[in-house]
């Protein structure tokens, strides 16, 4: 799988450190590191920001600059998709209206990736699969909060849904926020994403002992080495209730 870390990372040194040969996650909210990635990376894909701004109370409602941004990122070799815009915690008629709108549905499909949100209904998620070569998956609703009893089932009844006899997806499949190897190394994911070593290097309490690394860049160091150091199972051959107690 490939794992994608979320940027903006800082200092500059230190996204190096984690972007140089590796995969980046741009957020349109926030691309700071776009020129870096741009220059070391293997691959970027890019966040529509539309998580954040849910957060903060401020949703997007008009993504007409992210278009325009995506028009210029596509072309260049190293950008693998976009997230297309959605709605957190919105109904699917509204998420449905935005993937309409996406302007390179119909001529290049691969451009851009929809969002499948945990508490939206199974038939949204078939439909999805089926119609597009990838899918992200985001945590939403009574599935917000990663790794509850509630959100290991609901995984598993996903991946229940999307898979084939023998355990394959039948898309490529994303995890947004979902670049955890406790959670990621359970799941048949083509690609993950999060933001933990932008948010961990700079926390010192998070830090100690002995063999402490001194720097930021050190610590990115040895938070890319973790991460990337599990991959994704091949097939999917867990049962819901398997899930529910950890497996």
């Not at 691959?43 to 993504?63: H, L, V, Y």
Request: hydrophobic fraction near 40%; charge should be negative.
């Amino acid at each position: 799988m490939i794992h994608y870390h979320g940027t903006p990372i800082t200092p500059e040194t230190a996204a190096a450190t984690v972007l140089l040969g590796g995969h980046a996650f741009i957020s349109f909210a926030d691309a700071r590191n776009l020129s870096l990635a741009l220059d070391v990376s293997q691959s970027f894909a890019t966040d529509n920001g539309a998580f954040g701004a849910w957060t903060r109370g401020k949703p997007i409602t008009d993504w007409t600059p992210y278009y325009d941004w995506i028009s210029e990122l596509h072309r260049y070799p190293s950008f693998d998709f976009a997230v297309i815009p959605d709605v957190i915690d919105g109904d699917e008629g509204a998420n449905d209206a935005l993937l309409s709108e996406w302007p390179w549905r119909e001529s290049s499909p691969h451009v851009g990736t929809p969002v499948w949100h945990l508490h939206e209904s199974i038939e949204r998620l078939h439909r999805l699969a089926s119609e597009w070569p990838r899918i992200c998956i985001g945590s939403s609703g009574q599935f917000a909060k990663l790794k509850t009893p509630a959100w290991w089932n609901r995984m598993a009844e996903t991946f229940n849904a999307i898979c084939d006899k023998s355990g394959r997806p039948i898309c490529k499949v994303h995890g947004l926020r979902m670049l955890d190897p406790d959670v990621f190394s359970r799941f048949p994911f083509a690609s993950a994403d999060s933001t933990n070593i932008a948010r961990n290097i700079g926390i010192d309490s998070a830090w100690r002992g002995t063999y402490t690394p001194p720097t930021k860049e050190a610590r990115a160091a040895v938070m890319r080495a973790r991460i990337e150091s599990v991959n994704s199972p091949i097939f999917w051959n867990q049962a819901p209730e398997q899930i529910a107690i950890g497996f």
